[in-house]
Antibody, heavy 120, light 107 residues
Framework: EAQLAESGGGLVKPGGSLRLSCAAS????????MNWVRQAPGKGLEWVSS????????YYADSVKGRFTISRDNAKNSLYLQMNSLRAEDTAVYYC?????????????WGQGTLVTVSS | EIVMTQSPATLSVSPGERATLSCRAS??????LAWYRQKPGQAPRLLIY???IRATGIPARFSGSGSGTEFTLTISSLQSQDFAVYYC?????????FGQGTKVEIK
């Protein structure tokens, strides 16, 4: 069974940095594209970034472009999100999710999420 | 950016009744549309992709229809675990975008 587990969330001051990790298990990680999706408290879902299995294709939402960097280590079955210049509006639960087919298509499964709080 | 608009915002339904949720795209997404269910405190779960294809393990009471700009998710007989928030998502264009969600609550 495919499983994903995020880590690395926490409280950070505006302008600070944080690196999220997502550990994958139960499937051939390098064969799938991966994604980050976030959800601000009490709000809906917002797609953040996608990366192909070989890291050849990478996409970002405009709201994070230039500040966030998605990456992966297929040898470690891990996905990452480096978040710099954090703002209050980046406060959210961050989920990693697998693509079943292609890049940034439908997401299944999802991890349980990790909370990032940006506040002074 | 394609804007996804879901209606209604809240739907009150009795257990065992049918629920019909709508999702409209600001431009055509052909059949590149997915539906998710999110229970309180949990991560979303994929229900439907390709507008009408049930994901693995999803019961037959869930059905999706539509193409282009108008889509519908129907839950034929609501079970207790179906009272949740439902999101549609298009994957035809970048950036990928979600609707704002429809909350299905117990009547």
């Amino acid at each position: 069974e495919a499983q994903l587990a995020e880590s690395g969330g926490g409280l950070v001051k505006p302008g600070g940095s944080l690196r999220l990790s997502c550990a994958a298990s139960g499937f051939t990680f390098r064969g799938y594209s991966m994604n980050w999706v976030r959800q601000a408290p009490g709000k809906g879902l917002e797609w953040v970034s996608s990366i192909s299995g070989s890291s050849s294709y990478i996409y970002y939402a405009d709201s994070v472009k230039g500040r966030f960097t998605i990456s992966r280590d297929n040898a470690k079955n891990s996905l990452y999100l480096q978040m710099n210049s954090l703002r209050a509006e980046d406060t959210a639960v961050y989920y990693c999710a697998r693509d079943e087919v292609g890049v940034g298509n439908w997401f299944d499964p999802w991890g349980q999420g990790t909370l990032v709080t940006v506040s002074s | 950016e394609i804007v996804m608009t879901q209606s209604p915002a809240t739907l009150s339904v009795s257990p065992g009744e049918r629920a019909t949720l709508s999702c409209r795209a600001s431009q055509s997404v052909t059949s590149n549309l997915a539906w998710y269910r999110q229970k309180p405190g949990q991560a979303p779960r994929l229900l439907i992709y390709g507008a009408s294809i049930r994901a693995t393990g999803i019961p037959a009471r869930f059905s999706g229809s539509g193409s282009g700009t108008e889509f519908t998710l129907t839950i034929s007989s609501l079970q207790s675990q179906d009272f949740a928030v439902y999101y549609c998502q298009q994957y035809n264009n970048w950036p990928r975008t979600f609707g704002q969600g429809t909350k299905v609550e117990i009547k």
